[in-house]
């Protein structure tokens, strides 16, 4: 028995465009059959042969019911012709108006009167006309508004049976292409011949053609017309161009008395061919026969079972609509069978179909539903976690239902034995249910009430509840607005209450069916192509919509494709495809269960293409894809050993990796790029890839690109992938790095450095030494920071001196000093000196543990012979400098740099600086060191023994500068200004010089007093040595003669000292004295001027001021008033007098009242018997004259040159 090859691809698909356009059908009533449909009025140039249509419909129209009678159209506008005389203008806009699923929506409608049907519908877009067949008379109306043509252009014309085109004239250019003015022939079609017009702004008729009677069905190509001529019951062949007419074959060979129904004739034309098709019913079924221009046969014959009702020839292909309501599809270079037979619903009722050699624009609905965005859980279908059984079967059966209801025939046949042509379509009927088997089961509507409920399956069509002036999608399309897009359609199916499109079966149907049948290489050829004709512009879509609508599809193309050869096996083939396909990168992983991990949830959902939901539910996991390829290569080279499954397995699951690897790298370039989505989980699918693709690396060894990807930003899950990093402890501590995760780097980076050694980190040590610098835990820093003391003190060290209060981490400097002196003495010292000299710890302990190691240090050093030997030469080089300088910038500038100068300098300075040790201990101590005497005074003078140190510094030193450094500075040998001289020269000690200007700032200044007794007590030094330091003092009076007494100096001085060693000290007195008296004598000069300056300027303010005369109070009598009794308060005279005067009676009084608190008068006036009265002191003739009379001005002068005089004296007395 041979086996059954595979049906073809289907070349073209039904879905509806308008569905019960004027009534719906009754859901209850279940028994009732449909109606058989009957032959009417086909496509154009076609009339349905007896029974006429008058006949067929006169039941239709008794019962009052509005019917579609024709359908016609171009572009996205259709037209369609009513049994009420009615025309309907629709447009497919993509709105939900009437039609909502399909888009289209009603503009217009125009009524033909007297209201009969309309029997067809001529569209001639060049010219923007369209001529309407109603009851015999034809009406122009305009295309596309159907405004109707004046009569005075194109009258109505009667008695016309059909209008007849020539397929050769019917191009149109496109929108914006019309031309009213453009003329096309026409052919009118009488009961007794034919009349030929030439149609343009107005009907010209051209000439008449005699016929024996009108044809009832007829196609004309250039002067050729083939008709059926009833009377004779043949086919026909008219040249028009001679008016002849050859007879060539019967429309049926069989007695019309003995059939129960009428053959129809049917004449198309073949486009481009210059041939007819015609049909002749033979009794067994129908011939179809080609005929050329002049009746004689071409090509040969094909055979239909049933008889056509209607046919039309699409882009090679022959669609006849056969009587038992199935279209058959015939390749025009192949009749010997038909490829594709399209079962189609009975109810529907399709009588007739319609070509436009323009197209139409219909919806593309098998797209769209595809296209429809949808949940998706990750770990659904075959990857889900098991379950009850019934949920499990539950899913099951709905895939399975969802599986039927695409590219299968509504009948029982198993998808694995569809070997023949059987008829193929993607729509289950609205009315029956695809069941896991493959048998259809009827089912009462949904809503009828004799079922209760149910959950509608994913991706299937409901039953519905149709309501008045519904469509069939209204319930089948999503209630929110989806994808819309269109194809052209050229051959339309026309029914009693709907019209439907044979539309070419877009790509998507036709990748899906080839992936079913696994045929792999087709379909990568068909994607391809398609992409191609994308590239070019070659789409049947609106341009406008085109990238929206193209590179949509071609991506689910891609992803579909993608998804067909990831299930195969075909892994890196797929891999192009999934990036092409810009896939949501967890769909991939989520097969690859050792990689997935815990990154994607059991609940965790995905938006994806409606058209992907099946396939990707039926995926299996990648270890059950390799499985299953290398069991079926088992059985393919005939072995079925275990070690070969293995060898089989082994390549394929890498190869799986190696594609997932390079898919991961492609999209995760592109989303740093800014590509692919970024959406609420932008974030957590980047997780994804970066997290898989370190796995992988991992995985593969690819430790470059590893480490680059983790050194860079990403989004990588530290807990996914340490244990695909434990064999590479370095590269995880990177992660971790990345992470913050500081106590685990550290931990991996020792693990480094003890155990396991990495190439590709030669100094771990210093890896560690780095990462300290970012931890902020102080247990964890010390830790380490030990760890690297003992491995590299010097690096340790600096990590440990970079902590600080402000941005460090504070650390117990106590224990961490204990804990240095375990691993390293010469550690622990040096980070003593950090926390006293940089850190300034004010902790005495640590002060004086630091003194007693310098000290400890310098006995060692001086017990040496040449050190001592060394000191003694400095000690005598000092004394003979010409220029004197502190000890210990000699020591910094001239000493070599030895041990004993870096330590005698540290020790200086600290003694000096610090003020947080035992003095009296460190005293003692350096007394026993005697070879450290310039220590032991700075000590003394920090002690307050003054004399002491003096006598150190001045004799056994011979440091006179530091001695008057000492004086002035209240005992401090080593001020700021000169440590800082010694940091200059040496540079390494600039933080113990910076130990003392702590403690100056706190100090403050030194009193004068103070400064001065230092002097003397140094003096006194100097003086008991004799004329050995004369030098000396001489110098000390010269610098401090400023805070020195000149006789007391005088009589403290040695008889036998020179004269010429004071001679300085005394002039540089004596000239300061002088000085001193000139300038008080200036001082007064300048202060009597100010005075004498003042005095005028208040007296011209006394001058200006305008007398006020008041009354005399009357006197009281003497045994009520008392002498001293204050005298009455002042009225003032009237603000209207304009000389300040009072009253007429007060002025002859002669009554004067003082002008103010600070007068002359007041002053001048005494005690006595005028005491209440400012003017008693002055005689009558005075106040006669008035306040300011000369005598009075004198003696308040002469007043003021006394007051002079004595301030003068008193200046005087006090410089004395």
Known sequence: MATPTAPEIPAFHVQPILSELYHSRDLLDLSAPAAAASPVLGSAGQVGAAPSPERITAGREESGKIEVRCVEGYGANMYIGRSDGVVEWWVCDGGQGTSKGEGWSMRHKHTLFPRRPVSKIILIPKAAKMLVL??????????????????????PLRGIISVILDDEEMDWAGPGSEDRNVEVTVVLVRRRGLGIY?????????????????????????????????????????????????????????????LDFDPNPNVVVIPGEDEFLVTSFTGAGTMGVFLNGQGDPVR????????????????????????????????????????QVIHLDPSLQPFALSYSPYG??????????RMQTTNFRLLGGKLAPPGPPIAAMAVSVSASAENESTLRPPTAEPADQATSAEPMDIFTPPHQTATATGMVLEEPEGGSGLTPPSSPPMFQRQPITPVRQSSLLQVIAPASKGPFSTCVAETLVIGPN????????????????????????????????????????????????????????????????????????????????????????????????????????????????????????????????????????????????????EELRGPLLEGAKAMLTEFLRKTRQSRRKGGGSRGMDSRKLDMVIDTTLAKLLSEAGIVPELLALLAAPNDCVVSELEPFLVSRPYILATVMRRHGRHARVLELL???????????????????????????????LRQYALWLVARNPDRGLSILFAQNTKSGVKLDDTALVNDLREISEEAANRYLEYVVLSKKSPNRAFHEDLLRRLLNAAAEQIEDDGVK???????????????PEPFCTFIADVAPNTPVKSLRLKLMLFLQGSPFYDLQSAADRLKELSALKYEYAIVLGRLGSNKSALRLLARDVGDSVS??????????????????????????????AAIGEVGRKRRGTVDAKTQEGLVMELLGVYMKDGAKTSKEAASLLNAQSLHLDPIEITTMLPPEWPLDVVSSFVQRALRRQLHDQHTWQILKAISAGENMAISEEYLDAIRRIPPVVQPRPPSPPPSVVSPNAAPSVDTRADSTMGSGYSEKGELEAGVYSRPDEGSIAEKEGGGGAHAGDPLGAIDVGEKERGFFSPEIVDKELRSLSAGAKREEAGSREGYL
């Open 134 to 155: 109603s009851d015999g008379t034809m009406h122009a109306l305009t295309l596309p508004g159907l405004d109707p043509v004046p009569s005075t252009q194109i009258p």
């Open 750 to 780: 020792q693990q480094v450095a003890e155990d396991s050694p990495d190439p590709l980190c030669p100094d771990p040590a210093e890896e560690i030494a780095v990462e300290l610098e970012h931890v902020k835990d102080p247990a964890l």
């Open 198 to 258: 030439r149609l343009g702004t107005r009907m010209q008729a051209v000439k008449e053609i005699p016929l024996p009677s009108g044809p009832t069905s007829h196609a004309l190509s250039r002067t050729y017309l083939c008709a059926a001529i009833p009377t004779s019951n043949l086919y026909s062949l008219i040249d028009l161009s001679d008016a002849s007419l050859t007879e060539v074959l019967p429309v049926s060979q069989i007695d019309a008395d003995t």
């Open 300 to 339: 040969g014959t094909m055979e239909w079972e049933h008889h056509p009702l209607s046919i039309t020839v699409e882009a090679g292909y022959i669609i006849a609509l056969l009587r038992n309501k199935t279209i058959t599809v015939h390749i025009l270079t192949d009749l010997e069978r038909a490829p």
């Open 963 to 992: 001695a008057q450094t000492f004086c002035t500075q209240g005992g401090e040998i080593i001020p700021p200004k000169i440590a800082r001289r010694v940091a200059q020269q040496v540079p390494e000690l600039a933080a113990w």
């Open 360 to 369: 139409v624009s219909v919806k593309d609905i098998a797209r769209d539903e």
């Open 869 to 883: 030997y060394h000191l003694e030469e400095l000690d005598a080089e000092y004394r003979l400098l010409p220029d």
């Open 498 to 645: 709907g019209v439907m499109s044979l539309a070419p079966l877009p790509p998507v149907l036709k990748l899906e069916e080839l992936c079913r049948r696994g045929s792999t290489d087709e379909a990568i050829a068909l994607v391809d192509e398609e992409r191609r004709r994308g590239r070019r512009g070659e789409v049947d879509s609106d341009k406008v919509s085109f990238l929206a609508t193209h590179q949509a599809t071609l991506r689910l193309l891609h992803l579909y494709l993608a998804c067909h050869l990831f299930q195969s096996g075909m892994f890196e083939r797929a891999g192009d495809y999934l990036v092409r396909g810009k896939i949501d990168a967890r769909l991939i992983v989520r097969l690859f269960p050792a990689l997935r991990g815990k990154m994607i949830g059991s609940e965790e959902e995905v938006d994806i293409f409606q058209g992907l939901k099946l396939m990707l539910e039926d995926m299996d996991d990648v270890e059950d894809i390799v499985a299953c390829v290398a069991k079926a290569g088992q059985s393919d080279a005939g072995e079925v050993d275990q070690a070969s499954g």
